[in-house]
């Protein structure tokens, strides 16, 4: 990046964006901001909730969880409508920190969001791994009822893309295991043994 014409940066922002998420997921954060500012000089708008999102991202690896949870929430605002493929990543993300900030109620409206809006981009993985923690919280909390319909909204499409020619995706085992506590919870045991062996068998294919 730093070969390239100043002029060009500044035309292609997206380019300077793509560097920087190197720069985040490679641990060089104190590197981060300098470059976020150089693409801000752009002024494009349409990249204005994936800066953001940079931010969020950069106080969620500090453990900065509230400013992390209030930079999420921004860039889900900031995000286009039709850039689902951000929105759904924002959502997973803002849902995740929420969670780990305890704050579960937030968690479980960010990771209905971030299913319902993978689902909508067909980012099959990213909806079934967002329905797997909603269930899981609901789980936690003795909500056995509401965590078997969100693993089965996941099994449901999970299932649907391996009819469609696709493989089966690594965490359809995980939805598996998960029902198949729900009925041990539930004392309903041959369902449970079904649901785990399942499971298991698909754990080890991947």
């Given amino acids: ?18 560097h920087v998420w190197a ?3 490679t641990g060089q954060l104190e590197a981060v901001e300098a470059q976020l500012q150089e693409a801000e000089k752009a002024e494009e708008r349409d990249i204005s909730g994936e800066i953001t999102a940079i931010r969020a991202t950069v106080a969620y ?10 930079l999420y929430g921004q860039a889900f605002e ?14 997973l993300s803002l849902a995740t920190a929420y969670n780990l900030h305890g704050d579960i ?9 971030a299913s319902a ?3 909508a981009n067909n980012n099959i993985y990213v909806a079934v791994m967002a329905l797997c923690n909603l269930a899981r919280l609901h789980s ?10 969100q693993y089965h909204r996941a099994l449901a499409l999970a299932e649907q893309q391996v009819e469609q020619g696709g493989t089966h995706l690594p965490i359809t085992g995980r ?5 198949g506590e729900i009925s041990y919870q539930r004392n309903e045991l041959d369902a449970a043994i079904n649901y785990l062996q399942e499971g298991l068998k698909l754990g080890q294919q991947n």
Wanted: net charge negative; no cysteine; glycine share 6%.
């Fill in 23 to 25: 720069l985040v997921f």
């Fill in 78 to 91: 900031q995000a286009p409508e039709e850039n689902l493929f951000l929105r759904g990543a924002v959502a």
């Fill in 61 to 70: 690896f500090r453990r900065d969880l509230p400013l992390a949870i209030a």
């Fill in 117 to 119: 809006i993978s689902e």
């Fill in 105 to 113: 109620a937030g968690a479980k409206w960010a990771f209905a969001q």
């Fill in 140 to 149: 936690e909390q003795g909500q056995l009822h509401q965590a078997a319909e």
């Fill in 1 to 18: 990046l730093e070969a390239l014409p100043e002029e060009l940066v500044r035309v292609q922002p997206r380019l300077v964006l793509f």
């Fill in 175 to 179: 939805v598996y295991v998960g029902l």
